[in-house]
T-cell receptor, first 111, second 112 residues
Framework: KAGVTQTPRYLIKTRGQQVTLSCSPISGHRSVSWYQQTPGQGLQFLFEYFSETQRNKGNFPGRFSGRQFSNSRSEMNVSTLELGDSALYLC??????????FGPGTRLLVL | LAKTTQPISMDSYEGQEVNITCSHNNIATNDYITWYQQFPSQGPRFIIQGYKTKVTNEVASLFIPADRKSSTLSLPRVSLSDTAVYYCLVGDYKGGGNKLTFGTGTQLKVEL
């Protein structure tokens, strides 16, 4: 099976802009989770979607949002970008809730 | 989720066995123990998962004592390509959504 794919791999935006990142889970996986990784804060959970519904949410401001489509593909959106949003954004999918498989990530740089 | 404690860094040489221990004193009855490996600018890669005793796969072994308050990831005969950050996670991921809490991890450096 193909692994988790994320697009784009790299992105440069300026403050105040918005961005949409995409994630395609492993075929058959219905759960998709998003994480933010920065040198200072490490890996932090953003939110999780299961069957098009947000099932769990981390401690991030409302500027961070997401959605999941009927084919389990997911997108996350960050509005009004801030410099501190520069990070590696990771998507993970799972079939059983014990094991998550991560994609390669999207590197976002906010200038 | 149970908090985990693991060494910040470890050094080793090629061909040696590396054991990374993780402490999780507050592990709950339903918690599993999972280890991930991460290379720079890549997503974490699942290595191994266990509940009790010993689990082995083609990559590593996981030793869990009877009290489950700690676990040890064992990497046999490491190579330079095993240089990475290793994360130990503990949690019950059933029925409540997939929310993994990563600690600081252990930076393993393998040298010639």
């Amino acid at each position: 099976k193909a692994g988790v794919t994320q697009t784009p791999r790299y992105l440069i935006k300026t403050r105040g802009q918005q961005v949409t990142l995409s994630c395609s889970p492993i075929s058959g996986h219905r759960s998709v989770s998003w994480y933010q990784q920065t040198p200072g804060q490490g890996l932090q959970f953003l939110f999780e979607y299961f069957s098009e519904t947000q099932r769990n949410k981390g401690n991030f401001p409302g500027r961070f949002s997401g959605r999941q489509f009927s084919n389990s593909r997911s997108e996350m959106n960050v509005s009004t970008l801030e410099l501190g949003d520069s990070a590696l954004y990771l998507c993970a999918s799972s079939d059983r809730e014990e094991t998550q498989y991560f994609g390669p990530g999207t590197r976002l740089l906010v200038l | 989720l149970a908090k985990t404690t693991q060494p910040i860094s470890m050094d080793s040489y090629e061909g040696q066995e590396v054991n990374i221990t993780c402490s999780h004193n507050n592990i709950a009855t339903n918690d599993y123990i999972t280890w991930y490996q991460q290379f720079p600018s890549q997503g974490p890669r699942f290595i191994i998962q266990g509940y009790k005793t010993k689990v082995t796969n083609e990559v590593a072994s996981l030793f869990i004592p009877a009290d489950r308050k700690s676990s040890t990831l064992s990497l046999p005969r490491v190579s330079l390509s095993d240089t990475a950050v290793y994360y130990c996670l503990v949690g019950d991921y059933k029925g409540g959504g997939n929310k993994l809490t990563f600690g600081t991890g252990t930076q393993l450096k393998v040298e010639l």
